[in-house]
């Protein structure tokens, strides 16, 4: 049972975002550490939220549904993307070939 509360609703995983958090070693309460002390990156539709959180050299995001959980009778945030991605230095400065 989940037991994990973001703005007063249940944060429960997908099974694919399970996965990836799993797979980054993380759990649903860094999850909602995340979607605390992060920012938005872009504008989503209406029930969903993006948010990113910088970590030294990585970038974590993690995308969030509004829905309703017939198992617990209410409405939850379901995570559905869980990643992480590294910050390259000079992206900005490539330089093209004439």
């Given amino acids: 049972m989940s037991l994990i ?3 007063n609703l249940r944060l429960i995983p ?3 975002a399970a996965r990836e958090m799993l797979k980054h070693g993380f759990m649903t309460e860094d ?3 995340t979607l605390e002390n ?3 990156s872009r504008k989503r ?3 969903t939220t993006e948010k990113w959180m910088d970590l030294r050299s990585k970038t974590y995001n993690i995308i969030v549904v509004k829905s ?3 198992f617990y009778g209410e409405n939850v945030y379901l995570i ?3 990643g992480m991605f590294t910050k390259k ?3 900005n400065k490539k330089k093209c070939k004439e």
């Fill in 80 to 82: 559905k993307h869980f």
């Fill in 31 to 33: 999850c909602k550490t």
């Fill in 14 to 16: 997908s099974k694919t």
């Fill in 45 to 47: 539709q209406e029930d």
């Fill in 89 to 91: 230095k000079g992206l």
């Fill in 68 to 70: 309703f959980n017939h």
């Fill in 5 to 7: 509360r973001y703005n």
């Fill in 38 to 40: 992060s920012y938005k």
